[in-house]
């Protein structure tokens, strides 16, 4: 059995190979952050149109577990975000496309976990890709986002650590990066109001997208596997659920127009 000696270069190489490593991964976070409102569609949209949808076993009505399977996943990221946002609002969105932050905060679930809101945004895209169902996309697409949501987490923790030292390293031995901490939790969700307008007003152009394109990839799916015919029956019945989608987008965006779903 070889032993480790004090003072092996081995050690010295490893400690430097975590360290480029490191920041090829906070480079290319800071990278993704800037570009990911048009990278992360686009990439979405060129995989769900170049990897065609298949059916599970070749069955339509295996397909139809799947896709409620798709949509429980996304519905329950879209739920985790609407609780994280109604409870305590953190800016994502930076400050002149990079990472920033004006104070630190761990209220609401963020006393649970340090990045529920990815972890929210990678189980509506993971839902998605679920309803697609080609097994090159779920392999291909959700090894790509889970990469870059933990390159982007990585450059906002290097951001963090450097503007709030101690408290956030305090902060991070405490809360899971990922993870949802159920200790204490009931008690966290007693302690807060709920601010359902600032969900709504946060989140109501987000729920009708990846809803719009759930919709969508479903006739995708029919007329890949079945033919137009089938496709245009699949519209058919989805046109009036996009109708009413756009309805309740246009009520909302009239609201927090008109400052009724309260101001930022």
Known sequence: MTQTRIGDPRIGLAKTARAVASA???RLGNSFFRYRDALFPLVFVLMAVALWPVFLFDSPSLDRA???LGLAL???GQTLRAIVIGLAYIKRGGKDRRVHADTLVQEGLFAHSRNPLYVGNVLVLLGLIV?????CFLLAGGAFYLFAY????MAEEQFLEKKFGAEYRVYCQRVPRFRLRLRGLRDTMRGMTFDWRRAIRKEYGSTFSWITCALCLVVWEDWRNLGPTAARHKAAIVTPVFAVLLFAYAIARIMKKTKRL???
Do not use: E
């Open 74 to 76: 996304a519905l329950a």
């Open 131 to 135: 309803i697609h169902g080609s097994p």
């Open 150 to 153: 933990l390159a982007i987490t």
């Open 24 to 26: 090829v991964m906070i």
């Open 262 to 264: 309260g101001r930022d």
């Open 66 to 68: 799947v896709d409620g």
